[in-house]
């Protein structure tokens, strides 16, 4: 058979008229609610600070949730690959669906913030379980097809997020970018419960709640304290040490307590793997990029030009849209090309764009930073998808939860390490200012943040470049005893 027929063939296999077609649309449902959702916020803060007040605490909306996610990914991927992945994204659909709603109905922002966290959790379980449930259905030369469709989920959000943001904002209210994830949750629900059947061995497990507890407490603890040092309270402070003291101790306990857990939450002995340790800290890299990007872009357009939301969304959308067009023929250039190349060419456009978005800070203009964005986002597409599925083929079906697991936990505490980080560099800039409404203050607040995205960037790419060398097939990237499919 030639290489067309051989393209033609996969193709065909992996449609929404074979065998395995309605599962793959269900998955994309779910993941749209998770890209609806990461699009749609950004261009509504400002609306939403504006109703509710309490300017400084709008970081928080990002961050419980991402924290959120991140601590709940571990425990979900280990039960996924115990009691099968169906109900854990059952039960992730679930969550969104009730926090979605209860955040619709908010009264202040703490009480949307944890709602957020609410959605958080559900997300927790929604994004890696679709991810990994692929990795289970599809060989790697079908994933390359397969991420196809699930970018194209992503480019539909990225024009109809903000859009949907800014109309609901501008026109409306901005509790309806919480309304429109209720149908979306119930049609995904169904369409998994009706389609998607899996087989898993039903045995006996020891949940290591020590080590659930200690991540959760680490974490949290590290993030309140990023969060609000040099805002609540000092760099210098009691309670700024102390936040930093418990949430590193508690994750040095938590190192020390997995090593001994018979069935431990997030085995650390799997990151002793060249290849996981690396797709993690590549992980890591995005989620601090995409954060970055997609959460001070939309403040700095519409507080320093005074745009409208739907502006300042369209400039965010450039990147979502360029992120899922990279993704889309990402599967060609990694099997000719190899993963190691694909992630090192997004690396370099990611570092690019990054760098022409601090360099044109100081003079704000929506289309330069659409521009800029679009290459950074392209630039993830190429270092997100690849790293992601040269992780899972090396591993089998018993890891390959845990796999997908720690590198989407990877992404979701880059994210909220990184919206903590970059909310300190842009709350200490205008503290020191003239406060959050002088243009100058904005400009130069938002510069430091892009400035610290762009470091960001940077470390990504000297990540990429430990990537094993060789095609799909390479050693480093197949597993030891084939792929195990069940289900």
Known sequence: MSETEDAVATRSS??????????LMALMLTTGLIAIDATILATAVPSVVKELGEFEQFPWLFSVYLLAQAVSV??????????????????GVGLFLLGSVLAALAWN???????RVIQGLGAGASAPMAMTIVGDLYSVA?????QGYIASVWAIASVVGPALGGVFSQFT?????FGVNIPLCLLAGWALLR????????????????????????LTAVILALLEGGNAWSWTSVPSLASFGVGFAALIGFGFVERRAPEPILDLAILRRPLILITTALSLGVGALLIGITSFVPTYLE???????????AAVAALTLGWPLAAAIAGRMYLTRGYRTTVLWGSVAALVGCIGLAISGPWPNPWTVAAVSFVAGFGLGWIAAPSLIAAQASVDWNERGVVTGINIFARSAGSAVGVAVFGAIATNVIAAGRGEHDYATIVSASTWVFIAVAIAAAATLL???????????AEAYSTATGSASRG
């Open 142 to 146: 079908e994933r390359a097809v397969v």
């Open 109 to 115: 922002m703490g009480s949307l913030i944890v709602f």
């Open 303 to 313: 507080n320093a030009l005074g745009v409208v939301p739907l502006v300042s969304g």
């Open 74 to 91: 571990p425990i979900y991927s280990k039960l996924a690959d115990t009691v099968g992945r169906k109900p854990i994204i059952l039960v």
């Open 173 to 177: 209210s901005w509790r309806w970018i």
């Open 14 to 23: 992996v449609g929404f008229r074979s065998d395995r077609g309605r599962v």
């Open 195 to 218: 389609f998607y059947n899996e087989r898993v061995e039903r045995r006996r497990h020891r949940i290591d709640y020590a080590g659930a507890a200690l991540l959760t407490l680490g």
């Open 463 to 473: 990540a990429g470049l430990g990537m094993p060398r060789g095609g799909v097939d």
